[in-house]
Antibody, heavy 123, light 106 residues
């Protein structure tokens, strides 16, 4: 069974950093691009960026550039999202998602999602 | 950035109804569009990719159409399991989601 399993909930203070992990199983992790999407409470989906697990290359939304780092460790089939200089506006559920299996592009539909990691930023 | 505008924001319908959700892009984007269904507390589920391709395992009552700047998601005969929030997503330049359409029971 193909799965993306994310790390547990985090509570952080403003100005801190958070690192969320996303472990893949049931498929070849290095074969598909990984994206990160977040969802603030009661709000819609917001795309953050994507990662090529093979090269650690990728791209992030302009809004997050300078604050976000996406990396991977193929030896343990895990992707990471690190977000720095947190504010209350970063309180959200963070999802990792896989580009549709078989797609050779970093951009396509996301056919497999993690369960989400709740990050709460509060003084 | 490409902005995606969904309409309506909320849609009330009954089991058996045919419903259509529209997504408009701020610039032309060929067919690089996906549709998702999300239920409370859950991750989104891919329904349609490349504007009109049905994702494996998704019931055939879901269909997508459009290209350029206007796209639609149609559910031909609503089932009780379909009441959820629906999002479009463009992936022509980076990626952007629409604001969502909440489909509720009339």
């Amino acid at each position: 069974q193909e799965l993306l399993v994310q790390s547990g909930a985090e509570v952080k203070k403003p100005g801190a950093s958070v690192k969320v992990s996303c472990r893949a199983s049931g498929y070849t992790f290095s074969g598909n691009y990984i994206h990160w999407v977040r969802q603030a409470p009661g709000q819609g989906l917001e795309w953050m960026g994507w990662l090529n697990p093979n090269s650690n290359g990728g791209s992030s939304a302009q809004k997050f550039q300078g604050r976000v780092t996406m990396t991977s460790d193929t030896s343990i089939s895990t992707a990471y999202l690190e977000l720095t200089r947190l504010t209350s506006d970063d309180t959200a559920v963070y999802f990792c998602a896989r580009v549709r299996f078989g797609s050779r592009s970093p951009y396509d539909g996301f056919d497999l999602w993690g369960q989400g990691t709740t990050v709460t930023v509060s003084a | 950035d490409i902005q995606m505008t969904q309409s309506p924001s909320t849609l009330s319908a009954s089991v058996g109804d045919r419903v259509t959700i529209t997504c408009r892009a701020s610039q032309s984007m060929s067919n690089w569009l996906a549709w998702y269904q999300q239920k409370p507390g859950k991750a989104p589920k891919l329904l349609i990719y490349r504007a009109s391709s049905l994702q494996t395992g998704v019931p055939s009552r879901f269909s997508g159409s459009g290209s350029g700047t206007e796209f639609t998601l149609t559910i031909s005969s609503l089932q009780s399991d379909d009441f959820a929030t629906y999002y479009c997503q463009q992936y022509h330049r980076d990626s952007t989601f629409g604001q969502g359409t909440r489909l509720e029971i009339k």
